[in-house]
């Protein structure tokens, strides 16, 4: 099975500055199946990019995703407020479908 | 807009069976989509445990295939999760989802509900 690896582990940023998140896979991810969710305490995770950079209709485009093969990365442009949260991304390109241990965003 | 809300006994024995539903509103289980769960053991990464769709075929994950058995309740709009023979380390928050594509991301996710393997 794909293995994700997500770094940095807890970055602490504030509002307004530039977040970016990796992940980075065991093996390539088939056609790049790579997405991003974001997960706040007690809330039903949210899709926020898929296809590695693919954004679904009412994403902010403050969220940006790039990448190919085994290293793929989140950009959120600017934070606002509501973005502190975790972040993990899954592969979908191969059976079992794994998940990075995720990346929890703070706030400084 | 497509909810997904989870229900079950927060509290499991050991080497019991664990069981948990999915309640979909807003949509019909039928139309579409694989219905999916997907657990997180505390302080540690997402897990996916199976898909279904409406039609009754089943996907996954080898590692839990052995002791899983997901469902659907098409008269009910739900469908079910049932883990065999739990230990601790079943102990996670269990997250209903729902995919397009057996192989897919999800897009559509329930809040999830925790549940503790203990005697």
């Known amino acids: 099975e794909i293995v994700l690896t997500q770094s940095p582990g807890t970055p602490s940023l504030s509002p307004g500055e530039r977040a970016t998140l990796s992940c980075r896979a065991s093996?390539?991810?088939?056609?790049?199946?790579l997405a991003w969710y974001q997960h706040k305490p007690g809330q039903a995770p949210r899709l926020l990019i898929y296809a590695a950079s693919s954004r679904p209709t009412g994403i902010p485009d403050r969220f940006s995703g790039s990448g190919s093969g085994t290293d793929f990365t989140l950009t959120i442009s600017r934070l606002e407020p509501e973005d502190f949260a975790v972040y993990f991304c899954?592969?979908?390109?191969?059976?079992?479908?794994?998940f990075g241990g995720g990346t929890k965003v703070e706030i400084k | 807009q497509l909810q997904l809300q989870e229900s079950g006994p927060g509290l499991v024995k050991p080497s019991e069976t664990l069981s948990l539903t999915c309640s979909i509103s807003?949509?019909?289980?039928?139309?579409?989509?694989?219905w999916g769960w997907i657990r997180q053991p505390p302080g540690k990464g997402l897990e996916w445990i199976g898909s279904?769709?409406?039609?009754?075929?089943?996907y996954y994950n080898p590692s839990l295939k052995s002791r899983v058995t997901i469902s659907v309740d098409t008269s009910k709009n739900q469908f079910s999760l049932k883990l065999s023979s739990v230990t601790a380390a079943d102990t996670a928050v269990y997250h209903c989802a729902a995919s397009y594509y057996p192989k897919d991301k999800f897009d559509y996710w329930g809040q999830g509900t925790l549940v503790t393997v203990s005697s």
């Open positions: 899954q592969q979908y390109g191969s059976s079992p479908l794994t």
């Open positions: 093996q390539s991810v088939s056609s790049n199946y």
């Open positions: 279904i769709y409406h039609s009754g075929s089943t």
């Open positions: 807003g949509y019909s289980i039928s139309s579409g989509y694989y």
